[in-house]
Nanobody
């Protein structure tokens, strides 16, 4: 079973930065894509950013220019979050998908105070 472990969340003031990490139990290149989703209070889970195996990226309009998804050459993807806003407060989930499976991390809290 694939395991995804997020880290790097926490509390930050508006305008600040955080970097989330997601460590996968196997090579990130074994997935079609990996990404970050978030779910705020009383909201549906939504895509934040994703990166495909060949490096293509996709971002939600709400985070373009502020967030950057990246990866190392092995097992980890990152989400660099800059210029954070209160509306970015949510539980953030790492995701890995193939044509046959969809794996989620446990979620990590990001809270942005104003």
């Amino acid at each position: 079973q694939v395991q995804l472990v997020e880290s790097g969340g926490g509390l930050v003031q508006a305008g600040g930065s955080l970097r989330l990490s997601c460590l996968a139990s196997r090579s990130i290149f074994s997935f079609n894509a990996m990404g970050w989703y978030r779910q705020g209070a009383a909201k549906q889970r939504e895509l934040v950013a994703e990166v495909s195996f060949d490096g293509r990226t996709n971002y939600a309009d709400s985070v373009k220019g502020r967030f950057t998804i990246s990866r190392d050459n092995k097992n980890t993807i990152y989400l660099q979050m800059n210029s954070l806003k209160a509306e970015d407060t949510a539980v953030y989930y790492c995701n890995a998908r193939t044509s046959l499976s969809d794996t989620w991390g446990q979620g990590i809290q990001v809270t942005v105070s104003s």
